[in-house]
């Protein structure tokens, strides 16, 4: 496809951080708006001198301005899981629902062709079959509500001059430069890695799960995908060989690892459990995952045993926010119109 400017908001996230320098291989021009709560040194101008573009700004407040030129939006920008939903769950729908809105209607009316919605699969909630797109949700959390909400808002801005597509990801797991360890798959081969004991919390508990490349492998059919095959439409992201519950999740990481670890299961308050269908987004984009659960496990355990990851208080989502809360003057460099959340 012809290159691009493309804006992407939460750009220097867990899964922007990993998105972006594919884009600008692909010879597009990125903005990335972001906060930089976690930094932002990986996507420095010295490691991108051109096509991109650091914004330190918030979805609810940035100047519509930026997205004159600006031809696709891929808008990631929330508050990043069902456990920092429940933290702040008013500023959950502040920002993952009434945000993200936001840019939407602002890209339509700036002339932007295309805007694409980061959700997720865990609006299923509680599922006893497999999920497609068309069964009925039933979201449990702050951060699926708030997903809900905000596709909702979203989808029906589809028009002739402006596609809208909704993407459902799967738990994502993966190496990343804004590392996470709050995610099933990553914190597991942590806890392997550590230990050598795993908890799994909830063994029946099941999820669907997709690696960070494909993440990426996703978003680039979707903004090389005709505007007839995606217009209005929602996807389930991720494979169905990697629909697991928690107990082979963790059987999984250790026998790919290959290292003698203890499983320890533990009782779970968390009613989240749902497989889902990703055929809708094979037999309509020709769209299929190329990682497995067993591959992403080794490179996790490998960067963590090769000092290139670690498990600092930022790559634990909640933790962080919490510390900035409680330290306001490490977070002053990160206050936007006087707040930090």
């Known amino acids: ?61 940035f100047d519509p301005i930026i997205l004159d030129d600006v031809d696709i939006v891929l808008d990631l920008a929330a508050l990043s899981n069902d456990p920092v939903g429940d933290l702040e769950p008013e500023k959950t729908f502040e920002i993952n629902h009434k ?52 596709e909702l808002d979203n989808l029906p801005l589809n028009d002739d001059s402006f596609t809208v597509t909704a993407l459902r990801f799967s738990s994502i797991y993966g190496v990343s430069p804004r590392m996470r360890f709050d995610t099933a798959v990553n914190n597991m081969v942590l806890d392997l890695f550590k230990s050598k004991k795993i908890n799994v919390n909830g063994k029946e508990n099941k999820r669907p799960f997709i690696f960070t490349k494909d993440v990426v492998k996703a978003y680039l059919t979707i903004i090389d995908a005709s505007k007839e095959k995606i217009g209005g439409q929602i996807f389930n992201v991720g494979s169905n060989e990697q629909n697991v519950t928690m ?20 009782d779970t ?61 490490s977070a002053k460099d990160l206050l936007i119109n006087n707040t930090l959340l």
């Open 1 to 61: 496809m012809e290159n691009k400017t493309i804006l992407v908001t939460g750009g220097a996230g867990y899964v922007g951080s990993v998105l972006i320098p594919s884009l600008i291989l692909d010879g597009h021009h990125v903005k990335c708006l972001d906060r930089f709560f976690f930094g932002k040194k990986f996507l420095s101008k010295s490691n991108f001198p051109k096509n991109l573009e650091l914004i330190q700004d918030d979805i609810r407040w």
């Open 247 to 266: 107990e082979e999740l963790a059987n999984t990481i250790v026998d790919s690892i290959n290292e003698s670890c203890e499983i320890s299961i533990n």
């Open 99 to 150: 945000g993200r809105s936001r840019v939407a209607k602002l890209s339509k009316d700036h002339g932007v062709k295309q805007y694409v919605l980061a959700s997720s699969a865990s609006i299923y909630g509680q599922q006893t079959t497999l999920a497609s797109e068309n069964s009925t949700i039933h979201p449990l959390t702050s951060y699926s509500k708030a997903n809900n909400k905000a």
């Open 269 to 329: 308050n968390d009613h989240r459990s749902y497989f889902a269908s990703f055929q809708k987004i094979e037999d309509v984009l020709g769209f299929t995952t190329d990682y497995s659960i067993q591959y992403g496990a080794v490179e996790i355990y490998n960067a963590l045993k090769n000092n290139q990851i670690s498990d600092d208080v930022k790559t634990k989502t909640v933790e962080w926010y919490k510390y900035l809360l409680k330290n306001p003057e």
